[in-house]
């Protein structure tokens, strides 16, 4: 699975930013799709996730009520609507997708692209 991801870039706290991912295959077919994050000197930390199904979504405690995960099957996209931005989720933000197959489990990553919140 191929992943291009684009919409990042640099927000007053309390903007707006929409990421999108558009997936090479069908989206609904994959297992597990979801955005993480890396900001500096931190480990990448999972942002949401939707099964395929749509049935389960997450998202971390500290994006709840702020940011949307939303799915277009007919263009193969997964965005991040993420409103009320704060200088803490500034980091460099990645789709990801993964398969679940009988040989274990497949990760697929996007290029990345960069969020920055400034106070």
């Known amino acids: 699975v191929q992943l291009q991801a684009s919409g990042g870039g640099l927000v007053q706290a309390g903007g707006s930013l929409r990421l999108s991912c558009v997936a090479s295959?069908?989206?609904?077919?994959?297992?597990?799709m979801g955005w993480y994050r890396q900001a500096p000197g931190k480990e990448r930390e999972l942002v949401a996730h939707i099964t395929s199904g749509g049935t389960i979504t997450y998202y971390i405690d500290s994006v709840k009520g702020r940011f949307t995960m939303s799915r277009d099957g007919a263009k193969n996209s997964l965005d991040l609507q993420m409103n009320s931005l704060q200088p803490e989720d500034t980091g460099v933000y990645y789709c990801?997708?993964?398969?679940?197959?009988?040989?274990?489990?497949?990760?697929?990553w996007g290029q990345g692209t960069q969020v920055t919140v400034s106070s």
């Open positions: 990801n997708a993964q398969r679940l197959t009988t040989r274990g489990r497949f990760w697929f």
């Open positions: 295959e069908n989206i609904l077919s994959i297992n597990l």
